[in-house]
């Protein structure tokens, strides 16, 4: 299993940026997909998470802000953040998680630096 994930980069406060994180090897569509985030100093948090359903959950800090989607015909999870702060600078890593196993599997971390 698989997850390819890339979209971070530098970014101006009130910037956008959208990560993609690809999974391979592994039933897409029976899994629960999120993306977390780790500042230097910090633990990590969830940042948004989308179920196979198609529900779902956010952090306080970026609800009216980021969009999680999920597209299964390419096994991929989508994070599209907007009106991005400072605070926002982190480490993001996807993760998804085997409705059949309830193993998780992450993908490398693209760093996202949001500075003036």
């Known amino acids: 299993v698989q997850l390819q994930a890339s979209g971070g980069g530098l970014v101006q406060p009130g910037g956008s940026l959208r990560l993609s994180c690809t999974a391979s090897?592994?039933?897409?569509?029976?899994?629960?997909v999120g993306w977390y985030r780790q500042a230097p100093g910090e633990q990590r948090e969830l940042v948004a998470s989308i179920t196979n359903t198609g529900a779902t959950n956010y952090a306080d800090s970026v609800k009216g802000r980021f969009t999680i989607s999920r597209d299964n015909a390419k096994n991929t999870m989508l994070l599209q953040m907007n009106s991005l702060k400072f605070e926002d600078t982190a480490v993001y890593s996807c993760?998804?998680?085997?409705?059949?196993?309830?193993?998780?599997?992450w993908g490398q971390g693209t760093q996202v630096t949001v500075s003036s």
């Open positions: 090897g592994i039933l897409f569509t029976d899994s629960t």
């Open positions: 993760k998804l998680r085997s409705l059949r196993t309830s193993y998780d599997y």
